[in-house]
Every structure is written in structure tokens, then in C-alpha cells.
């Protein structure tokens, strides 16, 4: 992929992003996604979101573009410096989000959204290394099997499903699609997702 942000994150109530460098105890330790690189501690409290697992909304309800293809469609169209900002314009962070995909949903992308995407691309960019996609490899010529062997039929590639939009209780602003500002002042446990099994009840002896 071209930037890797199967280990990067954006965590409630700590500004900017973080790399997870190891998990603790009390919670998690990252590593700032800036030219200091200072290492803290995220708590088991603060909700941590992962950015490869984050998606932007499209006109079609069925279909939403990965945080990692929109930052590998910026860095070919801009390369690692754009001309905006998250200060900039509304109507130019409009024109940009167009211009990178132009069926986004205006109704559930919110100019805040686009802010912080602005954000995270600086940030990810200025840190990461971009690896370009490796361009398929076309199919080489099929050769003519011998007589006495039969062709045995090729396997059916399965095709990658997409992920289904994030849960609804993820504290989004556009129902888990981008964070923008924090919803909610009530921390959420990441790690706590599972719920606990109903326990079964003991059969009584006639």
C-alpha cells in the first residue's frame, strides 16, 4: 500500500496522530507523528481510532473510499505539499475534496472532516514513506500444454469484500466515517467490543 497506516491513529483527547508502538497495562504506548517523535501513553480509556480503518462517505450509500486510497489518490494528483491547509477557505477545502473524489456526499462529509483530512495527509505524509502501487502483472501467454496432460481449470480469485460502514457507536461525526471533534465526553474503552455471552441457566432436577 503506499502509505502503511495499519499502525497509525488519531486518539480522543491527544491532538495530532500517533504511531502504536507497544501495548501496557494502562493502556497503549505511541509515538507522535511529528518531528520530536515523543513518546507517551494513550489510556485504556481513550478512544483510539486507526486510520486504515477509516472511510469517506460517497453518493452511493453501498460505497465508501478507504482513508488509504484517498491519501495515495492526493499524494499523485499534489505530491507532499498542497496548496490548502485546514485554515484554508471553505470553498477551496471543497473544490480539493471534489477535485480527490468527486462523488463525495456533501450531506455526511462535513467542511471538518475535510479539515482534518487536510491535517492527517500533512502529517502522514511529512513522516511516512510513500510506496508506489505495484502496477499489475499481465497475464504471460498461456503455453500449449502437452498432448497426454489435460489443462486443469484455474481457481476462482475471491474478491476482498469491503468493509461495511463502522459501528454506530463509534463517536464519529459523520457516523464513522472521519473524526472530527469529540462527541461525546465519556471515554471508550477500545479494547472493550465484545459483548459478554447471556450465562446459561442451571436445569433444574425433576
Known amino acids: 500500500m503506499p502509505y502503511d497506516l495499519k499502525e497509525i491513529a488519531a486518539i480522543s483527547g491527544m491532538p495530532g496522530l500517533y504511531r502504536l508502538v507497544s501495548p501496557t ?64 477557505d471553505d470553498r477551496d477545502l471543497a473544490a480539493f475534496m471534489g477535485d480527490i473524489i468527486p462523488d463525495y456526499d456533501r450531506s455526511r462529509v462535513y467542511m471538518s472532516d475535510i479539515k482534518k483530512l487536510v491535517s492527517w495527509y500533512k502529517a502522514v505524509s511529512s513522516r511516512l514513506e510513500y510506496t508506489a502501487p505495484m502496477a499489475e502483472e499481465t497475464a504471460a501467454p498461456a503455453t500449449e500444454a502437452p498432448a497426454t496432460e489435460e489443462a486443469k481449470p484455474k481457481a476462482k480469485k475471491k474478491t476482498a469484500k469491503t468493509d461495511d460502514a463502522p459501528a454506530a457507536d463509534e463517536a464519529l461525526s459523520t457516523a464513522g466515517i472521519i473524526p472530527a471533534k469529540q462527541e461525546s465526553t465519556k471515554p471508550i474503552n477500545p479494547e472493550i467490543t465484545e459483548e459478554k455471552p447471556a450465562k446459561k441457566g442451571k436445569k433444574k432436577s425433576e
Open 25 to 88: 497495562r494502562a493502556g497503549v504506548i505511541v509515538e507522535s507523528l511529528t518531528e520530536n517523535g515523543k513518546r507517551s501513553v494513550a489510556s485504556a480509556r481513550n478512544k483510539v481510532s486507526l486510520l486504515h480503518e477509516i472511510s469517506i462517505y460517497t453518493q452511493d450509500y453501498d460505497q465508501t473510499v478507504p482513508l488509504t486510497e484517498v491519501f495515495d489518490r492526493i499524494h499523485q494528483k499534489f505530491g507532499t505539499e498542497l496548496a490548502v491547509t485546514n485554515k484554508s
